[in-house]
T-cell receptor, first 115, second 115 residues
Framework: ETGVTQTPRHLVMGMTNKKSLKCEQH?????MYWYKQSAKKPLELMFV???????ENNSVPSRFSPECPNSSHLFLHLHTLQPEDSALYLC??????????????FGQGTRLTVV | AQKITQTQPGMFVQEKEAVTLDCTYD???????LFWYKQPSSGEMIFLIY??????QNATEGRYSLNFQKARKSANLVISASQLGDSAMYFC????????????FGKGTTLSVSS
């Protein structure tokens, strides 16, 4: 496998469920990110991890809980979500975050619907 | 704080014509990078082109070129000889040079190419 892989691609969950999104990168990158993309809104940065350490939490509600066990894997644990959390969740990776010329590589996203 | 503004919600162009997608930005960083991404209906964000704030030449990548006007804080994407496969959302993004920073994105422009 190459690039950034996200699973599942689609997820429907109830407001009382607990689920997890998974992201895996095989690019040798040290930084990983979660973004949320809602309709008619810019991509919103949620979390940044550098060398497995969380360096940014962009005022994300606690019902979203990230986990980065190593520099190749990133999870987003979900619990007691609200319908307004329905969105496309995109994972990305790059070489060390904080270098201006470093592009990020994205996965295909998980389309989440909260019912 | 950094900000990206894309004022064109949608653009329409005929095949083989050139099209310019507008992007303006705001930042207090001296060193920064500007990026354009394409997002087809599949959801994946595809990196297109990069321009560094200290680059004197405008970036080019095949049919894509970036019209960088630093004094005006604009970084417009020019697509020459449009193709049907260019129909997608296009996002302008930037990253500063501070440790731990991630890409921030504009709202995007939907490009529709017709035959």
């Amino acid at each position: 496998e190459t690039g950034v892989t996200q699973t599942p691609r689609h997820l429907v969950m109830g407001m009382t469920n607990k689920k997890s999104l998974k992201c895996e990168q095989h690019l040798g990158h040290n930084a990983m990110y979660w973004y949320k993309q809602s309709a008619k809104k810019p991509l919103e940065l949620m979390f940044v991890y550098n060398f497995k350490e969380q360096t940014e939490n962009n005022s994300v509600p606690s019902r979203f809980s990230p986990e980065c066990p190593n520099s190749s894997h990133l999870f987003l644990h979900l619990h007691t979500l609200q319908p307004e959390d329905s969105a496309l969740y995109l994972c990305a990776s790059s070489h060390l975050a904080g270098t201006a010329n470093t592009e990020a590589f994205f996965g295909q996203g998980t389309r989440l619907t909260v019912v | 704080a950094q900000k990206i503004t894309q004022t064109q919600p949608g653009m329409f162009v005929q095949e083989k014509e050139a099209v310019t997608l507008d992007c303006t930005y705001d930042t207090s960083d001296q060193s920064y990078g500007l990026f354009w991404y394409k997002q087809p209906s599949s959801g994946e964000m595809i990196f297109l082109i990069y321009q560094g704030s200290y680059d004197e030449q405008n970036a080019t990548e095949g049919r894509y070129s970036l019209n960088f006007q630093k004094a005006r804080k604009s970084a417009n994407l020019v697509i020459s000889a449009s193709q049907l496969g260019d129909s997608a959302m296009y996002f302008c993004a930037m990253r500063g040079d501070q440790a731990g920073t991630a890409l921030i994105f504009g709202k995007g422009t939907t490009l529709s190419v017709s035959s």
